[in-house]
């Protein structure tokens, strides 16, 4: 069974950082490129970041709002790909989604997300 | 403000059809088929409904159809059940400075 299980969502200060995690199991992790989405409280989804294949290269792309600020990561060992979030600020307030991202520019598996709140 | 644009709602009564647009530009849904659609009951995992514009993942009923007309795509939901209320987005590629654009989302109400 395909399962992606994401954790460490929690209440920080603006300024501060926070590393997501998702567990992976049910398929080739290291072959597979995955991705965050974000969805803000009342808001629409918004893509965050995409890390290509480990195979691949592990090459990593993020959206303008993040760029900077936000690190993508993965390790095979564990099965577990990272968000890892620094600077943030009260707008970054969003449940977070890892995804599973296929050839065809779609998200084709999705977990249940964690909550990450930025306020003071 | 989302860079594909959808209606914020749509609705229709059980076993009518309904249509969700996404209008986008030349960048993005018009340039590329490579646009999919989410179906999300809030609170749980959003689900792929469409990809490459057309294209239904095994598990997906065939009440659910895609289709793309210069910059706008759209979304066709037929039979409507009770089950298929929920919030639907799409997504469009827009090349690789901008992996993934999604719209507004759309809240389909089953009357």
């Known amino acids: 069974e395909v399962q992606m299980v994401e954790s460490g969502g929690d209440l920080v200060e603006p300024g501060g950082s926070l590393r997501l995690s998702c567990a992976v199991s049910?398929?080739?992790?290291?072959?597979?490129?995955m991705s965050w989405v974000r969805q803000a409280p009342g808001k629409g989804l918004e893509w965050v970041g995409r890390?290509?294949?480990?195979?691949?290269?592990?090459?990593?792309d993020y959206a303008a709002p993040v760029k900077g600020r936000f690190t993508i990561s993965r390790d095979g060992s564990k099965t577990t790909l990272y968000l890892q979030m620094n600077s943030l600020k009260t707008e970054d307030t969003a449940v977070y989604f890892c995804?599973?991202?296929?050839?065809?520019?779609?998200?084709?598996?999705w977990g249940q997300g964690t909550t990450v709140t930025v306020s003071s | 403000q989302s860079a594909l644009t959808q209606p914020p709602s749509a609705s229709g009564s059980p076993g009518q059809s309904v249509t969700i647009s996404c209008t986008g530009t030349?960048?993005?849904?018009?340039?590329?088929?490579?646009v999919s659609w989410y179906q999300h009951h809030p609170g749980k995992a959003p689900n792929l409904m469409i990809y490459?514009?057309?294209k239904r993942p095994s598990g997906v009923p065939d009440r659910f159809s895609g289709s793309k007309s210069g910059n706008t795509a759209s979304l066709t939901v037929s039979g409507l059940q009770a089950e298929d209320e929920a919030d639907y987005y799409c997504?469009?590629?827009?090349?690789?400075?901008?992996?993934?654009?999604f719209g507004g989302g759309t809240k389909l109400t089953v009357l």
């Open positions: 997504m469009s590629y827009a090349g690789s400075n901008n992996l993934g654009v």
């Open positions: 030349s960048s993005d849904v018009g340039g590329y088929n490579y």
């Open positions: 890390i290509e294949s480990t195979t691949g290269g592990g090459i990593t």
């Open positions: 995804t599973k991202w296929n050839r065809a520019n779609a998200m084709d598996v």
């Open positions: 049910g398929f080739s992790f290291n072959d597979a490129w």
């Open positions: 490459e514009v057309t």
